[in-house]
C-alpha cells in the first residue's frame, strides 16, 4: 500500500510540473465537464485527449465510437459519467493478476530485459535490481550487453551502488556466452533473481533479434523454467512505433510484461493501450526518475487519470 | 497506406467529376485520410490539424478535378507540403558551420536515451572525414559511465572512422563524484575544455550533455549556463525519431529555453514512421540537418526531407534505397551490369559481387521495405540473411571456370562445391538451376520498372517453391542500382512531371 500511495504521488508529482510546463495547454478535464452533458463536442475533444496521450487514432476512435453508442442507448449522459466509464474500461484491461512477477519455484528466477535503443534497460534493471533486493532476495546481474560503449561499465556501476553482484564478459564478446556464465553463477551461488541486461536493439533488425532468441534459448536451457519473466521496456515518449516494437519483441523472445519508463515527463504512455489492443501484454513496472528508487508497480487507475489529464484540478497529494 | 490514401482521395473526389471546381467539403472529406495517416505517423496533433488546413487551402487554389487522377494530384500537394515544411532552413545549410577564429563550438542537447553521446561521436566522424579536427568533451556527470562512453566512443572515431585529422576526448570523470552536490560544475568542465581545444587549436569543440527532462528546471538551467558562459555557435537538439505526441511539448520547452538552431532525428532505421519530424520542425522552426541511421559512428546522413515526408505518408523510402546502392556500386559499374543483365550475360561471379555490395548496404528486408508498396508485398517473400551466407559458400567454392558459366556444373562438381560449402547437394543444383533461371528473367526484366520487376521477382519467387527466398530478393537488385532506375523510382519527381 506504501509502494501504491507513493505511485500515485509520484504520478501526480509529474502532473504538476507537467501543468507548470505547458502554458497555455488544455485545460483541467475536469473543468471542461463541470456539469455538462455529453455533445459531439465533448466525445471530440475526449478522443483529443486520447490521442494527444499516443493512444493512437484507431484506438481512440474505438473507445470513443463504444462511447457513442452508449450516450446514444441512453446510458451514460453527462461529461462525469463518460469519463468515469472510459477510465474503467481502460483500467480494466490491465487486472490485477496480469501485473505480479513470476517467481520461479525453486531455484533462480530469471528475468530477461530487452527493448529498443535508449529506452531504459539498464537503469530499469538496477530499479529491478533494488526492489528485490529490498524485499531480502539475492540478485545477480549479467551484463550481456557487450555491444555499446560504457554499457558494462554502466550496469557495473549500478551493481556497486546497489550491492548486488554482476557476471560480465569482455567488450565486443559473445552476449550468449555471458547468459551462459550468468547462468551457471546464479545456480552456483544458489541466487534468487538473475535480470540480464541486453544491448539495445531496433526490432527491424533480424540478425540482433535472433541473438535475443539464442540468449534466452540459452537461459531455458541452463535454469528450469527460464525466463520466467521477459521483461519488454518501453519509452513512454515513443509513439505508435511501440506497436512494432511489441509484435517484434514478442515474436522473438515471448514477452511477458512491459517496464513503461520515463513517466515523470509530459508524455502519457498511452500507446500501451494499443500495445493491449494488439499483443495484450500487461505492463508491469512503470519507471518515474533516473535512480533505482524511481519504479513503481504499474497502477492502471492512476496510470489512466493521468492518461486523461482528469487530475489536472486536483492539488498534488 | 500510399495506395489507401490514393484511393480514398480518388473516391472521394470522383464525386466531383463534371463539376468545374473543388468544393470546401469535398476536400475535407478527402483530407481525412490525410489527417489519420498523419496522426498515425505520429505527427502532433494541433500540428495535423492546422497542416490539414493548410492543404484545404492549397487543393482549392487549384483544380485538382481536372486532373486524370486527381487522387494522386491531391498527394502530390500533401507530399510537397510536407517537403516544403520541412525544408525550410535545411537547403544549403552548412551542416557545421566553420567560425573563425577556432574553435566552432557545438553544443548538444535532448531527453533521456535520444541518443546524443553516439550523436557526438557521429558528428566527430563527419567532420573527420572533411579534415577538421575535433574536441569532443563530456558534460555528462550524471548517467553512470557516461564519460567512459564518450570517451570509448571517441577513440572508435579514431581508430575506425575515415579521414586524417585527430578526434581529442576532453573529460573530468573525478568530477562526477562531486556533481549534484554543488551546481556549476558541468560548466566549469565545459570552461576547461574550451581553454584545452585553444590550446591544442582544434577546429570544432562538441559539448556532450546528460539527458534531461524538459521540464526539469534546475537541469535545464545547467544548460541555460552552459550556453551563457561557453557561448556555442550551434545548439543541437537531438530528438528520437520514434517519439510520440509529447515531441511537441519537449522540442517547445527545449527551444524557448535554449534557442535551438539545428535538430538532428536519431533512430531513423526504425519502422517508424517518423512524424515527430515535422512536429519538432514546426514549434522549433529550427532546420533538420542529420538523420541517424544506426549505432555505428558512419550511420548518420544529411536531412532529406522528401525521403522523410515519404515515410511520413507511408509511401517508402526510395531515394534512400537508390542512394544506399549508388554509395556501393559505382556507375559505371552499374551500367555495365545492366547492360550484362539486358544480353544475359550475367555471371555467377558479378552475381556474387553484387551481393556482397548489397551485404554492406544493410539487411535485405530493411532495403527492400523502402520501396514503395513492397513494405506489404515482402510479406511474402522471404529474404533471409542466412539463405544469402549459404549461396556466397557455394560461389565461393567454385572454380573461376564454373562461376563463369553454371551450364558446366555435372554432378561431381555439384558434390564438390555442396562439400566445400557445407550444403546439401540439392542446394547447389537448386542455385545452379535458379541462377539459369534468373538470367533468362533479367534479360525479360532489363526494360520493367521497379513494379514490373518485384511483380517479376514474385512470380519467380513461386516458380522457385521458395527456400531461395534469397536469389529472388538479390536478382532484381542490380538494375535499381543505375541511375536510370533512380529517376523514375523517385516519388517527388513523379509528382513534378505530372504538373
Ligand atoms: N527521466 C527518466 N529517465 C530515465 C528513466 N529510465 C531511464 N532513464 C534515462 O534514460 C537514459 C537511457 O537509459 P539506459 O538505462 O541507459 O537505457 P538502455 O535502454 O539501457 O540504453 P541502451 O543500452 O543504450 O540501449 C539514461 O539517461 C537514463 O538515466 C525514467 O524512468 N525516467
Ligand atoms: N539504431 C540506432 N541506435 C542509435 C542511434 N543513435 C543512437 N543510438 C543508440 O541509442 C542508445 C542511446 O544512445 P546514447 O548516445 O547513449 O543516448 P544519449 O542521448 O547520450 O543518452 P543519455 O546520455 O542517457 O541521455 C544507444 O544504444 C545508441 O547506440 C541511431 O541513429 N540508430
Ligand atoms: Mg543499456
Ligand atoms: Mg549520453
New interface residues.
Partial sequence: MALLRGAISKVRKGLA??R???TGGVGGLRNFLAGRSIDDDLLRELE?RL????V???TASRLVTDLRGEWKAGRVDTGDQATDRLKSQLADLWPARDRSITFAQSGPTVILVAG?????KTTSIAKLASLLTNQGKSVILAACDT?????V??L???SE?IGVQIVKGAQGGDPAAVAFDACEAALARNADILIIDTA?R??????LMRQLTKIRDITTRKIDGAPHEVILVL?A??????V?QALKFTEAIDVTGLFLT?L?????GG?VVAVHDQTSIPVKFIGVG?TPEDVEPFDPAVFVEALLGSEDDQPAA | MFERLSDGFSSALKKLSGRGSISESNVREAMEDVRTALLEADVEYATVNEFCETIVERALGQDVTKSIKPGQEMIGIVHQALIDLMQQGAEDHPGVPKITPAPTIVMMCGLQGTGKTTTCGKLAAYLKKRGRSVMIVAADLQRPAAVDQLKTVAEQVNADMPGGSQVHFYGEPDKCAEYGKAVGIAVKVCQNALKAAREKGVDTLIIDTAGRLHINNELMKELSSIKKTIRPHQTLLVVDAMTGQDAVNSARTFHQQLAVDGVILSKFDSDTRGGAALTVKKVTGAPILFVGTGEKLDAMEEFHAERVAGRILGMGDVVSLVEKAQDEVSEEEAERMAEKMAKGELTLEDFLSQMKSLRRMGPMKQLMGMIPGVGSALKDVDIDDKQLDRIEGMVKSMTAEERKDVKVMNQSRRRRVARGAGVNVNEVSKLTKQFDMMSKMTRQMSGMGIKGKLGAMRDMQGAAGGGMGAMGGTQGMPGMATRRSTKTASPKRKFKKRK
Avoid: C
Wanted: aromatic share 4%; net charge neutral; charged share 25%.
Fill in positions: 510540473r507537467t507548470e510546463a505547458l483529443a490521442i494527444q496521450a499516443d493512437g487514432v484507431k529498443v535503443n535508449g529506452a531504459g555491444y555499446r560503449a560504457g554499457a561499465r554502466q557495473e556501476i549500478w551502488r539495445g531496433l526490432h527491424t533488425q533480424d540478425p519509452d515518449t515513443t509513439g505508435q512505433n511501440a512494432n520515463k515523470d515527463g509530459t508524455s502519457k500507446v533516473e
